[in-house]
Structures are given as C-alpha cells and as structure tokens.
C-alpha cells in the first residue's frame, strides 16, 4: 500500500495528505467546500465519499471542536484516509469509516453533513478505466437523489447539508433537493474571472427547514492571473468575506 500512495503538504505544510499516486487526486473543489462550511463549535459531522479526507482534515485542522465522522467506499481511499488522520494527529476529531452510502452504515443523526460527490452522470463523458477515478468522477456508486434523499433522512431538525457540484449542474440539484424536502439556504458561484462571467461551481447549502436563500460571488482569480484576496484566502483556508455580493434570491 505505501508504493500506492504519495505524500504532500498542504495549506502552507499545516496539513500532511496521503494519497494515491495513479487516479484521483483531489483538486481545488476540496478547499472551495472546506471554505463553504461556516464555523459552528460542537457540531457533529458527516462526510460522504470522504476520499483521502482532505475536506474533513481541513476542518478538523482549523476548528479543534468539530466532530467529523468521514465516510468512504473504496479501500485504498479508506487506508489513506486513516494514515492521514493518524499522520495529522486528528484520531480525536475525525472517524474514518468504511461504507456505502446507498445504505449508510449510520444510525446517529448531524448536525451537519457535507460532499463532494460524483459530478459526472452516467452516459456523459468518457468514463477512466481505472475504477477509482471512474467511481470518483462519474456516479457509478452514489447519484444525486440517492445523496439527497439519504442525506435528508441523517440531518437532524435544524441541521444543514453541504454540497459542491459543477454550475451546469446547480438548477438540478436545487430542483432534487426539493423534492426530497431539503430547501436551499445559501448559494455561492464560484467564478474564474472578472472577464470569465460563466461559473465554475455552484455551492449549496440546504436545511430541512424553509426560508430565504442568500446568494454569495466568489471571483478566484484577477483577469492578469493573481488570485484575489477573497479567492486566495479561501484556498489557504482562512475563510473568505461572506459579505461581499452578497443578495437574496
């Protein structure tokens, strides 16, 4: 297992990440939804297709009070999760768990669940022969009813749900969600560019309970290839300004 996995540093070396060497690797869409998750001390958490945990590890890094159960399908993603939260001296704070989530292996209810699932639907796209990637990239093992409707039945009264998928994709899950009970609270676009006004990423957080839905921009990077400060810190994981463009929807 140790010639599968490589190790990195990450956000500025405060955080040891294992992860395989050959198929998925995680990418910016991790930190973007580590960013997303406001701080709330003494919550309980659920991380759906956790990976090598590096949203959970980000987290559990930053708010020493969170209690994060991370759950994750495939084995070497799993052995790679447990070596990370040894390795980063979280085993207080985050639980690796190996399960799938079509029929969660969980009884208690959170306060809080969070993923960052499988963004391509069967049929679209060129899906990796290798296993791994494909079940990371396309929803072979998990599609987005199955994650709203489980997720839903896991959250308790007051509790909300996380989730980052691809713009292209956002008016149908906030349309799912709806039929699954959850109502979306808060929405964040993550664009480009200034002169890039198409998104990348949409955002969402959903609660059992109704109410108005706030809308939130976050631009990554200046037209001339800086990051700005608001995308910049939140890929460093220091948070970025929630009030800035901020509106109702």
Partial sequence: MEDLLSQD????????VRQPKRGFRFTIDAPLLADFIPPDPGRRLLEIGSGC???SLILARSRATEFIVALEIQRIMVEALRRNVQE???????????GDFRTPPLRPLFDGIFANPPYGRLGEGKVSSDPGE???RFELLLDA???LQNAAGLLLPQGRLWLIYPARRGEEIKETAL????HPRRKRLILRSPSHPHPLFSLWEFSLQEGSCLREKVILHEDDGPYTPEGGAGLRGEGVSYSADRQGV
């Fill in 53 to 55: 945990g590096i949203i």
């Fill in 145 to 147: 009813p199955t994650l």
């Fill in 9 to 16: 540093r990450f956000l500025d070396g405060k955080i040891s």
């Fill in 134 to 136: 494909a079940a990371a």
């Fill in 179 to 182: 039929s699954k009970g959850l």
């Fill in 88 to 98: 980063n001296r979280l085993t207080e704070r985050v639980f690796p768990l190996r």
